[in-house]
């Protein structure tokens, strides 16, 4: 995972290498909005996908299983924010 993008308060973006279970390069962004003393945090994924990848998203649903890691990691990062 490397930061190839940064603007306090605002945005951060990585390049994400995956290897397995098949390799891929994807970016990941955290969009931060302030509103009413609160802050929205808005966490996406996207990257080009293969064939393979294609026919596995057919009968997988990988934001199903992808979801819950994006679930925990927002509540591990208000957590951390808010000590």
């Known amino acids: ?4 993008q940064s603007r ?3 945005f951060i973006q990585f390049r994400m290498d995956f290897i397995k279970p098949m390799q891929a390069v994807n970016t990941v ?3 931060l ?3 009413n003393g609160q ?3 808005n966490w996406t994924m996207y990257g080009p996908t293969t064939l393979i990848g294609k026919i596995i998203n057919l009968f997988i649903n990988c934001e199903k299983m992808v979801g ?3 679930d925990k990691g927002l509540i591990n990062l208000k957590q951390v924010v808010e000590s």
């Open 33 to 35: 909005v302030e509103q």
């Open 8 to 10: 306090p308060f605002d």
């Open 68 to 70: 819950e890691q994006y």
């Open 29 to 31: 962004e955290f969009i």
């Open 39 to 41: 802050t929205t945090v």
């Open 1 to 4: 995972m490397t930061c190839t």
